[in-house]
């Protein structure tokens, strides 16, 4: 059975040997399984405190005592869920590229979300999501909360035109279409 209350999730899991580590994963993959629409979990989520994870996009993948090792300065932001907090659905600012080491792979594990394939960026997210978990972070704690942008003392609104670049190019547009640039690293330039 699936944890949902918050609380049992904020404790950072225990290091683990890979043996138990794997027998733990053969569980924690028959529950994914069974859940409907989950693509990730961790040993937390079913009352096990041990840093094991399991995601499961392109194929199963096993992440035994998994720690970030790199990350790119660049951030994105995603729509997320999660199988303890199945009615939720939030926006989390993730890292674009990471670089994983876990106990069960030799050498480290790459993940990017800086690709063509969709599938890619859920994966890159969902492991950073499930060490989250180990780690005794949920997906709230890294929710992406929209700051209102003031112009001279005032809030701008959302028909108001605004003037908009990404380095290269410039763009003047309503104020509510350039959300989803602006959340994608394009700012706001002050006129």
């Known amino acids: 059975m699936i944890i949902k209350d918050k609380d049992k999730l904020t404790t950072p899991c225990e290091v683990v040997s890979v043996k138990e580590g794997e027998d733990i994963a053969a569980n924690l993959l028959q529950e994914l ?34 720690k970030i090792v790199e990350k790119s300065k660049e951030q994105f932001v995603f729509p ?17 590229d990471i670089v994983v080491e876990a106990d069960n792979h030799k050498g480290k594990l ?38 209102p942008i003031k112009r001279e003392g005032r809030k701008i609104g959302r028909n108001e035109k605004v003037t908009i670049s990404d380095g290269k190019e410039s763009k003047i547009i309503k104020y509510k279409k350039a959300q989803t640039l602006l959340e994608n690293g394009w700012n706001l330039v002050e006129s």
């Not at 096990?48 to 194929?59: G, S, T, Y």
């Not at 199945?86 to 674009?96: A, F, G, S």
């Open 33 to 66: 399984r069974q859940s409907e629409g989950g693509i990730g979990l961790a040993a937390n989520q079913i009352g096990i405190n041990k840093r094991v994870c399991v995601i499961n996009v392109k194929e199963p993948l096993v992440l035994i005592n998994p």
């Open 80 to 96: 997320e869920g999660c199988l303890s907090f199945p009615d939720d659905k939030i926006r989390t600012m993730r890292y674009q």
């Open 110 to 147: 790459s993940f990017t979300a800086n690709s063509q394939d969709i599938n890619d960026a859920f994966e890159c997210v969902c492991v950073q999501h499930e060490i989250d978990h180990l780690d005794g972070i949920i997906m709230f704690d890294r929710e992406f909360k929209q700051v």
